[in-house]
């Protein structure tokens, strides 16, 4: 089965600053794919980013990025020049091509942009 | 969210009791899922639905049923609700081509 790690549970950064979140992975799937979502305040489930795994080249979505790292099984999300609307949970999270279109989450980095 | 509604938003129940989420789409879609959010877990499967008629248990189905009669909707049912019980729960449909969308949630107590 597969797992998904955020090894932080909390991330603060200032106002415009950079700030980078953390996902690991295990699966024994060579193709799939990882996503990343935003939760704010209101629990709507935001997709943020998304990146398939056959693809190479790291997904970027305005002054959102990652940095996919397959072999290490590494999925990073990157947010440049933070605002406050950016603060939020975020929840990493994995599916396979095949199948059921099961997603498969992290525990969650809450993440607060200091003024 | 377009295309998808779960009612109720908010709901506090007594142990013991029964209780049924119910989940609406209006997109057609073969694929619905529910998922129960606690904190430092982040969303786990409880069940999941292929088509009418047709479910299977995810990570954490212990103590709940489900059904889809048609296509439109899927119930989730506590039987008889514990505190453990006590969650957000994201009903969501999936398209292959478009991806996730999820519902806005319900918060569910059990007192």
């Known amino acids: 089965a597969q797992t998904v790690t955020q090894s932080q549970p909390e991330m603060s950064v200032q106002e415009a600053e950079t700030v980078t979140l953390s996902c690991t992975y295990d699966?024994?799937?060579?193709?799939?794919?990882l996503f990343w979502y935003k939760q704010p305040p209101s629990r709507q489930m935001i997709l943020v980013i998304r990146?398939?795994?056959?693809?190479?080249q790291n997904a970027t979505e305005n002054r959102f990025s990652v940095n996919f790292q397959k072999a290490a099984k590494s999925f990073s999300l990157k947010i440049s020049d933070s605002q406050l609307g950016d603060a939020a949970m975020y929840f990493c999270?994995?599916?396979?091509?095949?199948?059921?279109?099961?997603?498969?989450f992290g525990q969650g980095t809450r993440l607060t942009i200091n003024p | 969210d377009a295309g998808i509604t779960q009612s109720p938003r908010h709901k506090v129940t007594e142990t013991g009791t029964p209780v049924t989420l119910r989940c609406h789409q209006t997109?057609?879609?073969?694929?619905m899922y529910w998922y129960r959010q606690d904190p430092g877990h982040g969303l786990r499967l409880i069940h999941y639905?292929?088509?009418?008629?047709?479910?299977d248990k995810g990570e954490v189905s212990d103590g709940y049923s489900v059904s889809r009669s048609k296509t439109e909707d899927f119930l989730l049912t506590l039987e008889s609700a514990t505190s453990s019980q006590t969650s957000v729960y994201f009903c969501?449909?999936?398209?292959?081509?478009?991806?996730?969308?999820f519902g806005s949630g319900t918060r569910l107590t059990v007192v």
């Open positions: 699966t024994s799937e060579s193709d799939y794919y």
């Open positions: 997109e057609n879609h073969r694929y």
């Open positions: 969501a449909i999936s398209d292959y081509r478009v991806g996730y969308t």
């Open positions: 990146q398939e795994a056959y693809k190479q």
């Open positions: 639905s292929y088509g009418v008629k047709d479910t």
């Open positions: 999270a994995y599916r396979s091509v095949q199948g059921a279109q099961k997603l498969v």
